[in-house]
């Protein structure tokens, strides 16, 4: 056992129930569903340009996800688990299951509810696995616990047919992992709920936290400046008596957003556009060291973020 992670040997989805898992070609095509016949011959062609794998390899996915074996397994869903103390609360969910990732959020319906603030999962566009979801059910699920769609992360397009390199074009957009992140208003309402205000205050911390990870500096400002502006928290005293350190992060970017727009002219809306207003005095040269150390603790979150 790992002080960071625990291995969980669990087939997971929508229901407590025995299912057949298919062993395919490419081992990390596996999946609880069988390969969609209207993506057969779907292709990806790796050549000088494409990212990822060796020049001129070609990805046809009829044969990258041809069953060699089946078996049988027993798949559970996401609040059993946690229920039955397999498994820990889920504050943030990230998924990759080869076409039933949207199955696996709906056997994590309590969670989502409760204590997940946070969704990244793989979805697509177009069937690569028969009968599974797309992305428009997804967001459909999710919007319904009160998530909203952020951003999609490692795009892979496909072309319709294994034609030779000369003869591909830019292919469909057909996979994608997309962020979510939970509404504030869904966490603490307006006006806030006096029955587990607590444990929606330590949510909207860690949503947060999580948002600044995924680069989204503005909407973890907008959190900390509501529950200030609700009088649900002090950020200042709770990193002075607290050891967390994504707390005194959180304190810190606050603080230094803070600097920053006092230093910063406004914004103002005149004649369709938005201005920089010229009535403030403009940044001292002795402020600047401010945002230079802002921007550098940014590049490092990024890094932190990459590694």
Same mark, same amino acid.
């Given at each position: 056992p790992s002080k960071y992670f625990a291995l969980v040997n669990k087939c997971i989805g929508s229901t407590n129930s025995l299912g057949s898992f298919k062993v395919m070609r490419s081992l990390g095509a596996s999946s609880l569903l069988p390969s969609a016949p209207s993506a057969e011959k779907y292709t990806w062609v790796f050549y000088q340009g494409r990212p990822l794998v060796r020049n001129g390899e070609t990805l046809i996915w009829g044969e990258h996800t041809r069953v060699v074996k089946e078996v049988p397994v027993e798949i559970n869903t996401l609040d059993h688990l946690v229920e039955n103390g397999d498994i820990p609360q889920i504050d943030f969910l990230s998924t990759d299951a080869q076409g039933a990732d949207c199955d696996i959020l709906l056997g994590a319906s309590k969670a989502l509810s409760s204590s997940t603030v946070g969704v990244i999962c793989e979805v697509e566009f177009a069937e690569l696995y028969e009968g599974q979801t797309l992305f428009c059910d997804t967001q459909d699920l999710l919007r319904k616990h009160g998530f909203r769609f952020c951003d999609f992360w490692g795009r892979q397009d496909f072309n319709t047919a294994p034609y030779p390199v000369e003869l591909q074009g830019k292919g469909f957009f057909v996979v994608a992992e997309a962020l979510f992140f939970k509404?504030?208003?869904?966490?603490?309402? !307006?006006?806030?709920?006096?029955?587990?205000?607590?444990?929606?205050?330590?949510?909207?911390?860690?949503?947060?936290?999580?948002?600044?990870?995924? /680069?989204?500096? !503005?909407?973890?400002?907008?959190?900390?400046?509501?529950?200030?502006?609700?009088?649900?928290?002090?950020? !200042?005293?709770?990193?002075?008596?607290?050891?967390?350190?994504?707390?005194?992060?959180?304190? !810190?970017?606050?603080?230094?957003? /803070?600097?920053?727009?006092? /230093?910063?002219?406004?914004?103002?809306?005149?004649?369709g556009r938005w201005n920089v207003g010229t009535d403030v005095p403009q940044k001292s040269s002795g402020n600047r060291w401010k945002i230079y150390l802002y921007l550098i603790e940014r590049l490092l979150l990024m890094a932190v973020r990459i590694i």
């Open positions: 509404n504030v208003s869904a966490l603490i309402g !307006d006006p806030p709920a006096q029955s587990g205000a607590n444990q929606s205050v330590v949510r909207c911390l860690k949503l947060a936290a999580i948002a600044v990870v995924f /680069d989204q500096f !503005d909407y973890a400002l907008g959190i900390l400046r509501t529950l200030q502006e609700k009088h649900l928290l002090s950020l !200042d005293k709770l990193a002075s008596r607290t050891n967390t350190k994504y707390i005194k992060l959180l304190r !810190d970017l606050v603080r230094s957003a /803070d600097e920053i727009e006092a /230093d910063s002219p406004p914004l103002y809306y005149e004649l």
